[in-house]
């Protein structure tokens, strides 16, 4: 029913840029929190950035270069990347909460090349 669907990964140089976006369908009423999630090869999943009504919760690695924002009216959450970096390179998933159950993207490539 509930269904994330993301877009905006790819290949971009160090120091470039990329918006990733996440849009979930099938929801009713208010989700409780959206976020970005990723997992580079050989390492666990990590929290990237979410945001709730507790505001936005940054991983250190990626403050001041990272900024997440929501759109509650069409569902979506948005990651600006900028200044990327290769250790940036990893799957990008989209994670919702909804109803006291957890939701993942499908995963979105990014990829950057020094």
């Known amino acids: 029913q509930v269904q994330l669907v993301e877009s905006g990964g790819g290949l971009v140089q160090a120091g470039g840029s990329l918006r990733l976006s996440c849009a979930a369908s099938?929801?009713?009423?208010?989700?409780?929190?959206m976020g970005w999630y990723r997992q580079a090869p050989g390492k666990q999943r990590e929290l990237v950035d979410e945001?709730?009504?507790?505001?936005?919760n940054y991983a250190d690695s990626v403050k001041g270069r990272f900024t997440i924002s929501r759109d509650n009216a069409k569902n979506t959450v948005y990651l600006q990347m900028n200044s990327l970096i290769p250790e940036d390179t990893a799957v990008y998933y989209c994670?919702?909460?909804?109803?006291?159950?957890?939701?993942w993207g499908q995963g979105t490539q990014v990829t950057v090349s020094s």
């Open positions: 994670h919702v909460y909804y109803r006291y159950s957890n939701y």
């Open positions: 099938g929801v009713i009423g208010n989700i409780a929190s």
């Open positions: 945001l709730s009504s507790g505001g936005a």
